[in-house]
Nanobody
Framework: QVQLVESGGGLVQPGGSLRLSCTAS????????MGWYRQAPGKQRELVAS???????TYVDSVKGRFTISIDNAQNTVYLQMNSLKPEDTAVYYC????????????????WGQGTQVTVSS
């Protein structure tokens, strides 16, 4: 069974940094693409960053220059390095993507992790 597990969240002061990890497991052959989403209380879930297996990336304007998404294909893990964090980055962060497994390639959003809480506060 395919699983996505996020980790690395926590409480950090404004201007601080965190690195989130998302690891895919369960007969995973490869990650074709992965995205990090976030959802703040009372707001819709938004796509923060995405990456393809070849390393092409996209970012929402509000995190450009501060966040970096990267992929470790050997470990089936995607990272989100978050620097210069702001209170408005506070949210639960989730990952999803296109995963190739023994069951074929999943659709975007077929699998989600449980989320990891990021709180930016002084």
């Amino acid at each position: 069974q395919v699983q996505l597990v996020e980790s690395g969240g926590g409480l950090v002061q404004p201007g601080g940094s965190l690195r989130l990890s998302c690891t895919a497991s369960g007969s995973i052959f490869s990650i074709n693409a992965m995205g990090w989403y976030r959802q703040a209380p009372g707001k819709q879930r938004e796509l923060v960053a995405s990456i393809s297996s070849g390393g092409s990336t996209t970012y929402v304007d509000s995190v450009k220059g501060r966040f970096t998404i990267s992929i470790d294909n050997a470990q089936n893990t995607v990272y989100l390095q978050m620097n210069s964090l702001k209170p408005e980055d506070t949210a639960v962060y989730y990952c999803t993507g296109l995963l190739r497994s023994d069951k074929g390639t999943s659709g975007w959003g077929d699998y989600w992790g449980q989320g990891t809480q990021v709180t930016v506060s002084s």
